[in-house]
């Protein structure tokens, strides 16, 4: 999603436009605009501002990158499930003769880094990859991959579409000879531009695509000679959405304030969180969350009687909550301005809830009319409102607290309140029942506590307190749903 300053500074410069085109742009706040995005994209991209290039989008980049490396022959490694944009300029250079590709799997049982080294033979010219990848999360360690790829004479292009704006992204320290990004994924920008980092030996390259931005002086309007830029900037071709690249300075920028260690943690505890609560109701992650090459921004969740497109239509219509159905797996995506409550809505979207009202406001929907019910529901910090079975569950798992704590006290208060929102769930015309998440947390991490951790009872269905972590502000839509 695009946050508030960014829409203002796009609003901005379009507005400006609007009303005046380019009377008060000067050639030199022209190429500022893009000047300074390289800049900014640099320090986000561990390189230096020459050796970046900005483009209109990644795949504009990662075909330059093909066509300045084109080999003509050898083998290009690939993965075989990784998103498009990587694999088609191959496949393009590979129709038109000469190289070969050789594709890796990425799968669950096997570490993608590994086997990215191990095809890697004195034959491989170019290794080329998502850092992580768009369906699984998979994460590739880049620094063995590009050792390896180096001790044979190999390029290595790096596409961190999927981390950038998520992690830390570092090309200096990979060793990577080309890396892109788009802007609109993870970096929060709208559409239409994108980065390109190149190694320095790659930089004085003749570009396979040239345009009039790319010239040393572009506002010289030279037709007769050919003088691109010494710097990445030769690989910029033309009047580019200069809305975009001011709103991505912008996101940059704001992302950058927080920092990306301290973003990857956030989502690092909600994974955790969602991956927890999620087993019991049988959804696993393509990868453990301890595993290193599991990033933790994007959990591909797996069920064996759940088709994942099918789940995430229903959690999109049934709960606002917008996921993919991508490589076999439901793809959640967990960002900066995503919170507990957003994992507290998937974990009951995903048990058979069938709606949920997890933060304040907490009354929604024609299912909670009436009187009655709106006063009660207002009472209660949080009500999650499911379905019979994950009532059934969360009352075994009460009675469990109980029984071991010797304790039944509280039952009645949480079972009334499920009574009332039942009810409630039945003028809508389904059977809900309403668990007061919040009391029944209590209880466990009491239960818990007293009993030095017993797992099962904070595992099953435990729901997390909001972290109440969030390093930005934003509201907590739905989790956005990068390519
Ligand atoms: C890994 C990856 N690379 C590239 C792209 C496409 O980027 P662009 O539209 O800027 O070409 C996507 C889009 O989802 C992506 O996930």
């Not at 190429?31 to 986000?44: F, M, N, P, Q, V």
């Not at 030769?234 to 991505?248: D, P, V, W």
């Amino acid at each position: 999603m695009i946050p508030e300053p960014t829409i203002d500074a796009m609003e901005a410069f379009l507005r400006e436009t609007a009303r005046f085109g380019n009377l008060y742009l000067s050639d030199e706040q022209e190429a500022a605009i893009l000047d300074d995005l390289r800049s900014a994209g640099a320090r986000l991209l561990g390189t230096t501002a020459d050796a970046v290039a900005v483009v209109s989008g990644a795949s504009e980049g990662l075909s330059q990158v093909a066509s300045l490396l084109e080999p003509e022959d050898g083998t290009v490694v690939l993965v075989g499930s990784d998103f498009p944009s990587v694999t088609y300029p191959w496949l393009a250079a590979a129709e038109r003769g000469g190289i070969s590709l050789r594709f890796v799997d990425d799968r669950a049982d096997r570490d993608l880094t590994r086997d990215l080294v191990e095809a890697i033979d004195p034959a491989t010219v170019v290794v080329a990859f998502g850092v992580v990848q768009y369906a699984t999360g998979t994460r590739v360690d880049v620094r063995p991959v590009a050792d390896r790829a180096h001790e044979v004479g190999a390029r290595v292009v790096v596409d961190a579409t999927q981390l950038a704006g998520a992690g830390v992204v570092d090309m200096g320290a990979w060793g990577a000879d080309a890396l892109v990004t788009s802007g609109y994924k993870w970096l929060s920008a709208h559409g239409g531009v994108a980065l390109l980092a190149l190694a320095p030996d790659l930089v004085p390259r003749r570009p396979a695509l040239v345009g009039w931005m790319g010239a040393e002086h572009p506002f010289a309007f030279d037709p007769l000679r050919l003088r691109l830029a010494e710097t990445a900037r030769r690989f910029q071709l033309s009047t580019m959405s200069y809305a975009s690249a001011t709103g991505l300075g912008s996101s940059i920028a704001m992302l950058s304030a927080v920092g990306f260690e301290r973003i990857e943690g956030h989502a690092r505890g909600l994974a955790a969180s969602l991956i927890d609560r999620v087993a019991e109701l049988g959804w696993r992650p393509f990868r453990p969350p301890d595993d290193p090459s599991a990033a933790p921004h994007i959990v591909s969740l797996r069920h064996a009687d759940h088709d994942p497109a099918v789940t995430a239509e229903r959690l999109a219509s049934e709960f606002g909550i917008v996921c993919g159905g991508r490589g076999g797996g439901l793809r959640i995506s967990l960002h900066v301005y995503n919170d507990g409550d957003d994992v507290d809505r998937l974990v009951v979207g995903l048990g058979d809830g069938l709606a949920v009202e997890a933060a304040q406001p907490v009354v929604r929907g024609p299912a909670l009319h009436g009187d009655a019910e709106r006063r009660h529901v207002r009472d209660l910090d949080r009500v999650v409102l499911a379905g019979e079975d994950r009532l059934r569950q969360v009352r075994a798992d009460l009675l469990r607290v109980d029984v071991e704590r010797g304790d039944e006290r509280d039952v009645p208060d949480v079972v009334p309140a499920e009574v009332d929102v039942h009810q409630a769930g039945d003028a809508g015309g389904r059977v809900g029942v309403g668990v007061v998440l919040d009391a029944l947390d209590q209880r466990r991490r009491a239960v818990a506590d007293a009993d030095d951790g017993d797992s099962h009872l904070t595992h099953a269905g435990s729901p997390s307190s909001s972290s109440g972590d969030v390093p930005c502000g934003q509201p907590a839509d739905p989790a956005p749903s990068p390519g």
